[in-house]
Nanobody, 124 residues
Framework: QVQLAESGGGLVQAGDSLRLSCTTDGGIFRMAAWFRQAPGKDRQFVAVINWGGETTIYADSVKGRFTISRDNAKNTVYLQMNSLKPEDTAVYYC???????????????????WGQGTQVTVST
């Protein structure tokens, strides 16, 4: 069992920045991803990173504004969000798959472990 816990969400204005953190107790050798879910919408892929941090993939909607990274010594995955827009408003979730190693995964069904989520609200 892998435990994940997100933090860092909040209420900001458009154009501001936030950094989300996801701490884990069992993420060794596992890729990690961020998803988000707005009210009434499906959970949406945001970004994914491999264990070593060399490989990252982003959704087109956040490319160039968001950066995913990780510090394995601290068992933490980050999502730096810059130039935030009202349409970025959502609950943001950290996720890890059941299996270790790298595989191209961007759908929620491919991830087994989830945090409780952290709310990000961007006002105009």
């Amino acid at each position: 069992q892998v435990q994940l816990a997100e933090s860092g969400g909040g209420l900001v204005q458009a154009g501001d920045s936030l950094r989300l953190s996801c701490t884990t107790d069992g993420g060794i050798f596992r890729m990690a991803a961020w998803f988000r879910q707005a009210p009434g919408k499906d959970r949406q892929f945001v970004a994914v990173i491999n264990w070593g941090g060399e490989t990252t993939i982003y959704a087109d909607s956040v490319k160039g504004r968001f950066t995913i990274s990780r510090d394995n010594a601290k068992n933490t995955v980050y999502l730096q969000m810059n130039s935030l827009k009202p349409e970025d408003t959502a609950v943001y979730y950290c996720a890890m798959p059941m299996l270790t190693g790298w595989k191209y995964r961007t759908t929620p069904e491919e991830f087994r472990y989830w945090g409780q989520g952290t709310q990000v609200t961007v006002s105009t």
